[in-house]
T-cell receptor, first 111, second 114 residues
Framework: QKEVEQDPGPLSVPEGAIVSLNCTYS??????FMWYRQYSRKGPELLMY????GNKEDGRFTAQVDKSSKYISLFIRDSQPSDSATYLC???????????FGKGTRLSVIA | GAGVSQSPRYKVAKRGQDVALRCDPI?????LFWYQQALGQGPEFLTY????????KSGLPSDRFFAERPEGSVSTLKIQRTQQEDSAVYLC????????????FGPGTRLTVL
């Protein structure tokens, strides 16, 4: 079992829909939780990060972390065709440790 | 300013050849990371530098992989005697000081080993 599990999709939604993406993890030492967006043939781009448990909102994006359940989510409101990309969750311990990524979920928003 | 740049963007190698992949981090970024991303997978950590010091190379898959950052800026990832299983996108990321959560990624080098 991998440290971070993420459903690869693909996920297809109509424009304007609310999208829910999530990851589960097994390492209780993870403290930082990130969501990256990756367009085809591009590098990952940091969308949001959260330290420990809680919610964080930025425009149409909301990140949630539930450390008790080892479960994180990203919600996208009023989804747009330009949101079509692969969304990667990533996590790390505090201190000098590398990022551990999920497999990524491929999202298509249909106009 | 410019983001992280990588060259070449695409590399085709015959099995057994050596390759060198270059990463130019964002100016002033102290930390530099290399990741390997296989098709349909998330990036996997290879190695990490703080300035010129290689602090973690636990993710390098074999001794055919070697990375350096001699002057604390540009980094090179070298793969000797390439194998087909080395085919992947190699991503470089840099971050300012020790803010590990804010890693900025380059576009990657897509390596295909025939």
């Amino acid at each position: 079992q991998k440290e971070v599990e993420q459903d690869p999709g693909p996920l297809s939604v109509p424009e304007g829909a609310i999208v829910s993406l999530n990851c589960t993890y097994s390492n209780s030492a993870f403290q930082y939780f990130m969501w990256y967006r990756q367009y085809s043939r591009k590098g990952p781009e940091l969308l949001m990060y959260t330290y420990s448990s809680g919610n964080k909102e930025d425009g149409r994006f909301t990140a949630q972390v539930d450390k008790s359940s080892k479960y994180i989510s990203l919600f996208i409101r009023d989804s747009q065709p330009s949101d079509s990309a692969t969304y990667l969750c990533a996590m790390m311990n505090s201190g000098n440790t590398p990022l551990v990524f999920g497999k990524g979920t491929r999202l298509s928003v249909i106009a | 300013g410019a983001g992280v740049s990588q060259s070449p963007r695409y590399k085709v190698a015959k099995r057994g050849q050596d390759v060198a992949l270059r990463c130019d981090p964002i100016s002033g970024h102290v930390s530099l990371f290399w990741y390997q991303q296989a098709l349909g997978q998330g990036p996997e950590f290879l190695t990490y530098f703080q300035n010129e010091a290689q602090l973690d190379k636990s993710g390098l898959p074999s001794d055919r992989f070697f990375a350096e950052r001699p002057e604390g800026s540009v980094s090179t990832l070298k793969i000797q005697r390439t194998q087909q299983e080395d085919s992947a996108v190699y991503l470089c990321a840099s971050s300012l000081e020790q803010i590990y959560n804010e890693q900025f990624f380059g576009p990657g080098t897509r390596l295909t080993v025939l």
